[in-house]
């Protein structure tokens, strides 16, 4: 079994489409960035890589390679997940926490939960997406941005599994 962590955080932007978890969610600011912003999917995205020992989101997908501006984080979430399977690891299960003050994501946790499983080619009951404000601290508090963190588990592969016995190297 392996687990990997993921960070992201994004500021809030005039003029963009708040999308988290492959969800649009309805508010007056989006999220800045490069792609379509989703800070959710990013986290998971590096969660899995981490895991897998295959990088992270920004050597697989570089913000300064035009192909991905705009991208659709959801479909960069598949794609980096296809080359985790193609290593022989399986998906296990995924935590997710959102950190931001508003909006209220509680409508729309189901929603993303299904978008971030099918990403996955997985079921809803492997991914847990969680929503908590930072009690009004600091820059998430005052409304500059967000934070998301998230774990993924994998299994495998069975090939590269160590046959035991202590290493002195
Ligand atoms: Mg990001």
Known sequence: ?????????????????LILGGV????????????????VA????????GAA???????????????????????LLNKAFLKVVEAGFQFVHADVTVILEKPRLAPH???????????????PAHV????????GM?????????AVMAVATLAGPSAARPSGGHSVT
């Open 1 to 17: 079994m392996r687990v990997g962590i993921g960070y992201d955080s994004h500021p809030f932007a005039a003029g963009r489409k």
């Open 24 to 39: 649009e969610i309805p508010n007056a600011k989006g999220l800045a960035g490069h792609s379509d912003a989703d800070a």
């Open 42 to 49: 990013h986290a998971v995205t590096d969660a899995i890589l």
């Open 53 to 75: 020992g295959l990088g992270d989101i920004g050597r697989m997908f570089p913000d300064d390679d035009p192909q991905w501006k705009g991208a659709n984080s959801i479909e």
């Open 109 to 123: 946790l189901d929603a993303m939960k299904d978008r971030l499983a099918e990403a996955l080619l997985t079921g």
């Open 128 to 135: 847990s997406v969680k929503a908590k404000t930072n009690e």
């Open 138 to 146: 600091g820059w998430i508090g005052r409304g500059e941005g967000i």
